[in-house]
């Protein structure tokens, strides 16, 4: 008994040893959700430059200051930025915007005008008569919110820059104006100071996200303090994400502690003590730390989704302490730990072997996150079983100190009536109608594999989303284009194609805008069209005879067709493809004109060059998928859509496997007992799972992913219930006392998690608590024999006077 106690702690000693090594490493997690798929789906260098792109925007915050008073509320936007600026978790405070960089962007693009025509400024050239362009220009000589200057007339007689510019910056709400450099709008009596911050960590990391975000809390009242009637809004992914782990945390802090505290209630009243509960802990730590190192070695990453629902899964070795220490509970005087180990192996053996044969067919699924998920159950629950058989014999070498179970003629009772015949025709029938209740709402289960039900957004970040977005009118980066090309001319070119296919789709209200590089820097080609548009269609004569009618004088209009003819002449090209003089996407990188949106361009990657066309307000996805598809170099990215679509894959190839795992199962059973009597073991798990997933998907939420997991868990724990019955040719008491213990465990560890604010943890919860309780219900149905007396006189006698 010690070399196998010793043998098995030296071999966990090695497995700490390596998880220690392993997350020294750092970076053992995997959170990305797209490494789930295949690696022939994930298209990892698109996944990287989509996430490349995300997190440029995820750590961008932006802030309203607010105050009845237009002073106040400056003041208190001040304070606030001087707040942010001194803290080393934010970064590129932008409050007042300088005058000088509005001139520099005008500087930069001046040189350009006749290179970068908007598609307006072409049609015109095309269609327009010599009098339809007088009277466009006359309207802006006219207006006297128009600054023209006499160097202006001389530089750009066609006005084309003002109309480009403003292209490139389209208005979204005339709610801000500019007060003394800073961006103010007034809604609803309270003026609005407009400030945009970035952070320097990110986002996700929990332990910095929370100190940003209690700054933030704690900076905002103490303005609030300061300055009475003070409003702040601010919104950002960091705040969801925040917002998303508090809650998070919450819930699992507030059902941790109801269901420790329901766990200990239980085994006091069962064993009147809170050893068996040190001991379970023992047994399901050892598991997932045996799964998670070999699983980390393995597949170099554990995904988050395997630690959750494969730590759940592992979870189902608690019945194998439970029996233990029942059986031991019922032991008489002279107690041998070994004798009780030799009783409970076969069942609990038996009932380990079958979990893992049913989390087999996992392992062979082409989805890596399915097959960790196996692989992780099945280590996990096989390491959970041998600290049971080889260390609980070497640890509790004593007696039970409290003999006999209390209240035991309340168990007794409950044990005679469960297993009785009359009991089971009762049972049988309840079965059989559910089974059939189930098969008939299987065809009209509502079904919604949506990312969004992880995340419950609080009403007060829904607040701040709502009211930042009625006053700036900006919105989150949801969907968007990667457009690949080999070249950066080819990249462009691709990107103004996609923008004229995509013109028409917004005035159709499809989506509101559509931002591109190819919109800031236009391609080489379409910069020499724009040229020679401009010498065919508005030549030197022409333009002579445009700038007479305006009234220019004659010194005037020669400086000004010198200026023109020497800015859209050709002679210095070699060819369409060459022009030193053309603007250049390295050239509006280097430029701080391109600060705000030079996120834009991700450049080269290992297949040639990428650059994103940002979407805004998509109102029909598919029309915009469409587009995508007619290019191989073009990706749609959706990630909460894509997510989604992962998720659904998921739950049709689970269930798959779930059938096909309850087949091996059935198979194994067969063998050990007998086909009839291996299908009465497997009938009362697998009825209970399917009618838990049809009532929850029909009365409470539309069935997802996170149903299907309960499904395997219901089915690896409910089988243990029959199992273990089958094993106890005398059906002891102390059998059912642990498959009780087992079930109410189990309701409430897991149970509980209805109780979370979490759409997809709820689904999970109810679903695994009304399967745990039909599985036990059931779980006598899998006895084929009548049982006319399920305990003997003696039996009885011997347990009264133990308890007594």
């Known amino acids: 008994m010690k070399l196998r106690f010793f043998s098995w702690l030296f071999i966990l000693f090695i497995v700490c040893a390596l998880f220690i090594v392993k997350l020294l490493q750092g970076d053992v997690i995997e959170t990305n959700i797209i490494a789930l798929l295949p690696k ?126 403003q292209q490139l910056t389209p208005a979204t709400n005339n709610h801000f104006s500019i007060v003394d450099n800073l961006l103010i709008a007034e809604a609803d009596g309270i003026y609005y100071v407009l400030m945009n911050s970035e952070v320097t960590f990110d986002v996700f990391n929990l332990r910095l996200q929370k100190q940003a975000v209690e700054g933030v809390e704690r900076w905002v009242d103490q303005l609030k303090s300061q300055y009475v009637s003070t409003e702040v809004v601010y919104s950002g992914v960091l705040f969801h994400a925040e917002a998303g782990a508090r809650n998070a945390q919450s819930d699992i802090s507030f059902i ?102 049913g989390y087999t067919p996992m392992m062979t699924a082409p989805f890596p996150g399915i097959v960790q998920i196996g692989f992780f159950s099945a280590v996990g629950l096989l390491s959970a079983f041998l600290t049971v058989i080889l260390f609980l014999p070497y640890l509790c070498q004593q007696p039970s100190k409290n003999k006999g179970f209390i209240n035991l003629s309340f168990f007794i009772s409950l044990h005679q009536y469960h297993l009785q015949c009359a009991s089971k025709t009762l049972l049988w029938t309840m079965m059989i109608l559910s089974l059939v209740g189930a098969a008939l709402l299987f065809t009209k289960l509502p079904v919604n594999d949506d990312i969004r039900l992880l995340q419950q957004l609080s009403s007060e970040r829904q607040q701040h989303d709502q009211k930042l977005k009625s006053l700036t009118g900006q919105n989150p980066i949801n969907q968007f284009y990667i457009v690949t090309a080999k070249t950066e001319e080819q990249l462009l070119q691709k990107q103004e194609k996609l923008l ?25 080609q379409q910069q020499i069209h724009n040229l020679k548009l401009l010498q065919k269609n508005m030549p030197p004569e022409q333009l002579d005879q445009l700038l007479s009618k305006l009234g220019y004088t004659k010194d005037a209009k020669q400086k000004a067709l010198q200026v023109y003819q020497s800015k859209t002449q050709l002679a210095s090209f070699k060819s369409d493809s060459e022009a030193s003089s053309l603007l250049t996407v390295r050239h509006w990188l280097s430029s701080p004109v391109s600060q705000y949106v030079s996120a834009l361009w991700l450049g080269k990657y290992t297949q040639g060059y990428a650059a994103v066309m940002q979407l805004v307000d998509v109102k029909d996805i598919t029309v915009v998928r469409d587009l995508a598809s007619k290019d191989s170099g073009i990706y749609f990215i959706s990630k909460a859509d894509d997510i989604t679509t992962v998720l659904s894959r998921y739950r049709h190839l689970i269930v798959k496997l779930a059938f096909i795992a309850y087949l091996f199962i059935y198979l194994f059973l067969g063998w050990r007992y007998g086909w009839l009597k291996a299908l009465l073991i497997i009938l009362p798990p697998l009825t209970a799972a399917l009618t838990a997933i049809a009532l929850v998907g029909t009365f409470l939420q539309p069935i997802n992913l996170f149903n299907i997991l309960a499904f395997i868990l219901i089915m690896g724990v409910g089988i243990d219930y029959t199992v273990f019955l089958q094993e106890d040719k005398k059906h002891r008491l102390s059998t059912y006392i642990a498959i009780l213990l087992s079930a109410g465990t189990t309701v409430l560890a897991f149970g509980l998690l209805s109780l979370s ?48």
């Open 256 to 357: 941790s502690i109801i269901s420790l505290i329901g766990i200990f209630i239980l085994s006091s009243a069962i064993f009147r003590s809170l050893q068996p509960i040190g001991f379970c802990l023992l047994t399901i730590s050892v598991g997932i730390l045996v799964a998670f190192t070999l699983t980390s070695y393995l597949f170099d990453k554990v995904h988050w989704l395997t630690l959750v629902f494969g730590a759940s899964l592992i979870g189902i070795s608690v019945d194998y302490t439970f029996h233990f220490f029942t059986a031991r509970q019922a032991e008489e005087t002279n107690f041998s730990p070994m004798r009780v180990i030799k009783r409970i192996t076969p069942a609990v053996g038996l009932g380990m072997f079958s979990s893992v044969i």
């Open 40 to 165: 022939t789906e994930q298209q990892p260098d698109i996944s990287q430059l989509s996430s490349k792109y995300i997190s440029s925007h995820n750590s961008k915050v932006v802030f309203l200051l607010g105050h009845k008073d237009k002073a106040q509320a400056i003041q208190v936007a001040e304070a606030f930025a001087n707040k942010l600026r001194q803290s080393e978790l934010w970064k590129n405070t932008v409050l007042r915007h300088d005058h000088s960089k509005q001139q520099a962007f005008y500087s930069f693009y001046y040189p350009y005008r006749y290179h970068r025509l908007t598609t307006r400024q072409q049609q015109a050239l095309e269609t327009r008569m010599l009098a339809d362009w007088e009277g466009a220009i006359q309207q802006q000589l006219l207006n006297p919110a128009h600054m023209i200057s006499s160097s202006l007339l001389q530089s750009d007689p066609l006005f084309l820059l003002k109309e480009q510019l």
């Open 500 to 524: 004229t296919e995509l013109v028409p789709l917004i005035k159709q209200g499809v989506l509101s805008h559509v931002s591109s590089v190819a919109q800031w820097v236009p391609s080489k």
């Open 757 to 804: 604010s979490t759409n997809a943890v709820q689904t999970f919860g109810f679903t695994v608590l009304i399967g745990i309780s039909l599985a036990f219900i059931w779980a006598p149905c899998s006895l084929r024999k009548k049982i006319s007396h399920s305990l003997t006189e003696n039996d009885v006698n011997q347990q009264a006077k133990r308890h007594s």
